[in-house]
C-alpha cells in the first residue's frame, strides 16, 4: 500500500501510512463525531468560513508582500512560492525551525512551493496576524541571503 503527495514528504520512521489504508490513526471517526457533536451545524459551517477567511488572509499579506501566491485561495490552504525552489525551502525549513507555525513543502503545476493549511478549530486572528509575520520576516531574511 502507498498514499503519495507533493506535500507528504517521506520520514525516516516507520510510515503508518505504507501499512494500512488510513493515512493516520484509528478511530479517527470518532474526533469527527465528537467535533459534531457539540459544535453542531452552525459551528461547524462557522469554523469552515473562520478557516477560509485566514487562508485568505495569508493570501493577501503574502501577494502584498510580492510573493507569488499560485493557488486560487477558495478553502483554506495557500500555496505560496518564494522564488527559486532552493529559496522556497529555506523558507520551509526556518519556518519549521522557527516554531511559530508549521507550513511544509510541495510542488504545484511544477513550482516548488509552500503550503500553508488553516484546519485547526483553535486557529485565532492573532494566530494568522503572528504567522503571517514570521513568515514575512524569514522570507525576507532568505531573500537578503
Not at 469552515?48 to 477558495?74: H, M, P, W
Not at 478553502?75 to 522557527?98: C, H, K, M
Not at 503550503?115 to 486557529?123: D, F, G, N, P
Request: charge should be positive.
Amino acid at each position: 500500500m502507498g498514499i503519495t503527495a507533493a506535500y507528504l514528504e517521506p520520514g525516516s520512521r516507520r510510515e503508518p501510512m505504507h501499512h494500512t489504508p488510513e493515512a493516520s490513526r484509528r478511530a479517527r471517526g470518532m474526533e469527527l463525531w465528537a467535533a459534531l457533536k457539540s459544535m453542531g451545524r452552525t459551528g461547524l459551517c462557522a469554523l469552515i468560513e473562520r478557516t477560509c477567511v485566514y487562508a485568505q488572509r495569508f493570501a493577501q499579506g503574502l501577494r502584498e508582500a510580492g510573493f507569488e501566491v499560485l493557488n486560487d485561495v477558495v478553502i483554506n490552504q495557500v500555496l505560496v512560492s518564494f522564488g527559486r525552489p532552493e529559496v522556497t525551502r529555506e523558507v520551509i525549513r526556518r519556518i519549521q525551525e522557527d516554531g511559530t507555525c508549521w507550513c511544509g513543502g510541495t510542488v504545484w503545476q511544477g513550482k516548488t512551493a509552500m503550503r500553508i493549511s488553516v484546519c485547526s478549530w483553535a486557529t485565532t486572528e492573532a494566530d494568522v496576524e503572528r504567522s503571517l509575520a514570521a513568515i514575512l520576516r524569514i522570507s525576507r531574511e532568505c531573500r537578503a541571503v
